[in-house]
């Protein structure tokens, strides 16, 4: 029996334009014999459906439904490819549990707290992940610079709490009058800013998802960026050279894999999350950076990469995603 689903894409943060991007990969792959796609553009203007003919036919928000032609459609899932707010924040997620529909991303509670990056930061610590030193600094409640530099050891990196995709992000090297700016800059994103100690090594990101009730780690991929770190410019206009999958010894592939695994579990992750670490050779460790709910699935994505590394189709890992959600 073919099913119905809803591809959600765009959203109202600077992360709409590697959604749209997202939507074109997801929809050339998806297995039409299986699955009726119909991609639903959330935006700030309002929630549409866009016809073949051109026209823009609006969301029922009350179940999440569309009329076309005078036939009244319902999903009988989700696939969640909005990065940013309100697709991985938690927002529509919580949405969608009102209506009982299922959809391939993690719950709302798990998206908001791992949007949140010194909570994740926190709850992983407290899970026994290595993690980076950090301080949250509150716009409102922020007065100079000096604190941080009691607080922690430099370099730092600078970056809104909230959000994805790099933006805003900053390296201070030493404590300067590029600390301020780098403050500043990061407020303009958002009223939380999170400052990080940064952790020499090499930097390493792994997918992660479930099938069929299995967790199943993807090949890891090395980032190596062409500017001092992985900024929204490395990470998609080109500035970084990723290896997938990475030239990594097996005693560092098992130790990403664990980890990776250990962090799902913890956070009680549900479908593909995307798991960034530093593999510090000094201490021979890895260190959690950040968690990824929605990764991108653009076609210079990093996940798309691995899961062709493993061997699989894109069309057989979206067909995956689908099939966990309606059965979890």
């Known amino acids: 029996m073919v099913q119905t689903i809803a591809l959600v894409t765009g959203g109202f943060s600077g992360e709409a334009e590697i959604s749209y991007k997202s939507a074109i990969?997801?929809?050339?792959?998806?297995?039409?014999?299986?699955?009726?796609?119909?991609?639903?553009?959330?935006?700030?203007?309002?929630?549409?459906?866009?016809?073949?003919?051109?026209?823009?036919?609006e969301v029922d928000k009350n179940d999440f439904s569309i009329t076309v032609d005078e036939e009244k459609i319902n999903f009988d899932a989700v696939l969640?490819?909005?990065?940013?707010?309100?697709?991985?924040?938690?927002?529509?997620?919580?949405?969608?549990?009102?209506?009982?529909?299922?959809?391939?991303s993690c719950d709302a509670a798990t998206s908001a707290l791992t949007f949140n990056k010194?909570?994740?930061?926190?709850?992983?610590?407290?899970?026994?992940?290595?993690?980076?030193?950090?301080?949250?600094?509150?716009?409102?409640?922020?007065?100079?610079?000096?604190?941080?530099?009691?607080?922690?050891?430099?370099?730092?990196?600078?970056?809104?709490?909230?959000?994805?995709?790099?933006?805003?992000?900053?390296?201070?090297?030493?404590?300067?009058?590029e600390l301020g700016k780098a403050i500043e800059k990061a407020f303009k994103e958002d009223d939380q800013v999170l400052v990080e100690e940064f952790i020499s090594g090499r930097e390493l990101t792994i997918g992660v998802f479930k099938s069929k009730g299995e967790i199943i780690t993807l090949p890891i991929t090395e980032i190596i960026s062409k500017k001092d770190f992985f900024d929204y410019e490395a990470k998609y206009l080109g500035a970084s050279e990723e290896i997938t999958p990475a030239k990594v010894d097996e005693s560092i592939a098992e130790k990403v894999s664990e980890a990776a695994v250990k962090i799902y579990r913890l956070f009680n992750c549900r479908g593909i999350v995307r798991i960034d670490f530093i593999y510090n050779e000094e201490t021979e460790k890895v260190f959690m950076l950040e968690i990824n709910t929605v990764p991108g699935q653009s076609e210079a994505s990093i996940v798309p990469q691995q899961v062709q590394a493993m061997g699989w189709s894109l069309q057989d890992f979206y067909t995956a995603l689908i099939e966990e959600c309606l059965h979890n």
Not at 31 to 39: A, F, G, I, T, V
Not at 88 to 104: C, R, S
Not at 133 to 151: G, M, Y
Request: charged content about 20%; glycine content about 10%; proline content about 5%.
């Open 25 to 57: 990969t997801i929809e050339k792959n998806i297995d039409r014999k299986r699955w009726n796609l119909y991609k639903i553009d959330i935006t700030t203007n309002g929630w549409f459906y866009e016809s073949s003919s051109g026209n823009k036919i």
């Open 80 to 104: 969640i490819g909005i990065h940013g707010t309100p697709g991985e924040d938690g927002k529509l997620q919580g949405y969608f549990d009102t209506l009982h529909i299922p959809y391939t």
């Open 118 to 177: 010194s909570f994740t930061v926190a709850v992983a610590a407290f899970g026994g992940i290595n993690v980076s030193r950090s301080v949250l600094i509150f716009k409102n409640n922020f007065e100079s610079p000096d604190e941080l530099v009691k607080a922690l050891h430099f370099p730092v990196f600078i970056k809104p709490n909230n959000g994805g995709s790099s933006i805003g992000m900053s390296k201070v090297n030493s404590p300067s009058e």
